[in-house]
């Protein structure tokens, strides 16, 4: 994931999109949250909750994720990610993966957490109800990994 979020932000086609995103969004030009709350509504809204193929583990990049306009939850962290980067979000990123399931205790999901002008702000687009900033609650296991 990591990989292709820094290689994503250097693809024109995610920047392009970056770019957009926060212009529509009406996010003001040297506002990083702002503009960081907006690529997040981006791809919390526009960006469509699909499951990956039955039985296998895959990561997309993101710019075939923007080219479909769907992916699962570590391909949605990971167009997030690439997004800020490209037009230059000096913020830390990090993927935490949580395990929700009481049964097997096995990670099951994956967000972002940025650090960004002394802030710690959580970014999990899997469901629209979720706002900037809100975190999954009461995880049975979970592991911040730098994006």
């Not at 969004?25 to 193929?53: C, N, T």
């Not at 830390?92 to 096995?106: C, D, I, Y």
Request: aromatic share 8%.
């Amino acid at each position: 994931m990591r990989q292709l979020a820094d290689r994503g932000s250097r693809d024109l086609s995610v920047r392009e999109a970056a770019i957009q995103a926060v212009r529509s969004d009406l996010a003001e030009g040297h506002d990083k949250i702002s503009q960081l709350g907006s690529l997040y509504r981006f791809v919390r809204d526009r960006i469509y909750f699909v499951g990956d193929i039955y039985g296998i583990e895959t990561i997309q990049s993101p710019r075939y994720t923007l080219s479909i306009g769907a992916g699962d939850c570590d391909d949605r962290a990971t167009l997030l990610v690439a997004m800020a980067r490209s037009i230059g979000i000096p913020a830390e990123f990090k993927f935490k993966v949580v395990a929700a399931n009481p049964q097997t205790h096995a990670f099951s999901h994956v967000y972002v957490v940025a650090q960004l002008g002394g802030r710690r702000i959580a970014m999990d687009p899997t469901y629209h109800e979720n706002a900037f900033g809100w975190e999954l609650p009461g995880a049975l296991r979970s592991a911040e990994v730098r994006a």
